[in-house]
């Protein structure tokens, strides 16, 4: 659905603390801890999160999550139109009975997000065009949601979303610190992260006991992407290195599971990439596992 050109604007009424214990009261609504439901209360930051998914207001937004759609409201506020999934079936009559009901912009779909073609989605409901991402992201998935979104290449503008600041900082680590690893890269491989704000607990019902950081991913397009032969491959070379993370790449490529490398094979293509033997895969940089992977890549490996 989408609103009518001259139609005026819904403006947000929640996101106040009181009006969401109001909201959970009407609907008795029970938090479930596994669904890792952390309510944001605090309108400055909804509106921060709005900004730094630098909506435009013909923009589609997809929100993984909407809770009682307070953020939500923020974002229908700003773009033409947004489709939010949700897998708690208890929070739909909230939903679509009250907090979002005069929204006509707004389609809320029951579906766990992991289950979800998230690009026929976005072919469906924007005709392939790219939609800027946003959520509050339940924290005890959000790096499986994150890696579907990049690995399934889900067209979007931008990813804005609020994680544990712990995991920002792995988004953004880079080579030779204690964050870095296969997440760092997979996310630098796909995108450019920034760091939008901090936000303590206590802008959340219930109090998370962890540090929050809205981050926004930048999809690399044209001249800024990272090409390489195999993308797979990539990856795969990418878990093994951190496999054993004090081991060093070698010991990584050759004790592979799944690349089974030999003694001999792997010493050549680390030298044949110019690193040192005894090199660990903490300390070699986007680009250099990217030339690790064409050269396996153009020598047929793993065989
Ligand atoms: N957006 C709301 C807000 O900011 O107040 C709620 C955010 S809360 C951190 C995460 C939301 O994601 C919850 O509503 C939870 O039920 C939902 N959720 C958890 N796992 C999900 C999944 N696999 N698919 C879709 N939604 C999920």
Redesign the pocket.
């Known amino acids: 659905m989408t609103s009518g050109e001259n139609q005026v604007k819904q403006k947000p009424w929640l996101g106040q603390p009181a009006k969401t214990i109001e909201i959970l009261q009407k609907y008795h609504f029970r938090f479930?801890k596994k669904?890792?439901?952390?309510?944001?209360i605090d309108p400055h930051v909804l509106e921060k999160i709005v900004r730094a998914a630098e909506i435009g207001e013909d923009d589609m937004v997809l929100?993984?999550?909407?809770?009682?759609g307070?953020?939500?409201q923020y974002l229908a506020y700003a773009a033409r139109e947004v489709c939010a999934?949700?897998?708690?079936r208890n929070?739909i009559p909230i939903l679509t009975e009250d907090t979002l009901k005069d929204w006509d912009n707004v389609t809320v779909i029951c579906?766990?997000?992991?289950d979800m073609d998230l690009c026929e989605l976005v072919r469906e409901r924007n005709n392939g065009r790219p939609v800027r991402i946003a959520?509050?992201?339940?924290?005890y998935?959000t790096t499986p949601?994150l890696m579907k979104i990049l690995e399934e290449h889900v067209p979007c503008r931008s990813i804005t979303v609020?994680v544990q600041s712990e995991v920002a900082d792995r988004m953004r680590a880079l080579p030779g610190t204690e964050e870095y690893g296969a997440l760092s890269l997979a996310v630098q491989y796909y995108t450019v992260p920034e760091v939008k704000a901090s936000v303590p607990p206590n802008c959340f019902m219930p109090r998370p006991n962890v540090g929050s950081t809205v981050i926004t991913l930048k999809p690399r397009t044209g001249d800024n992407r990272i090409c390489v032969r195999d993308e797979k491959l990539l990856f795969r070379i990418i878990r093994a290195s951190f496999a054993q993370r004090r081991k060093t790449l070698m010991n990584g490529l050759r004790n592979s599971a799944d690349l089974q490398l030999s003694k001999e094979q792997a010493e050549e293509v680390i030298a044949a990439a110019g690193f040192p033997a005894s090199v660990r895969g903490e300390k070699l940089s986007l680009e250099d596992f990217a030339a690790l992977s064409d050269i396996m890549s153009a020598r047929g490996l793993p065989s």
């Open positions: 479930q669904y890792g439901q952390n309510f944001l929100e993984i999550g909407p809770g009682i307070t953020l939500t999934i949700e897998i708690d929070l579906r766990d997000v992991m959520a509050n992201l339940p924290y998935i949601i609020m």
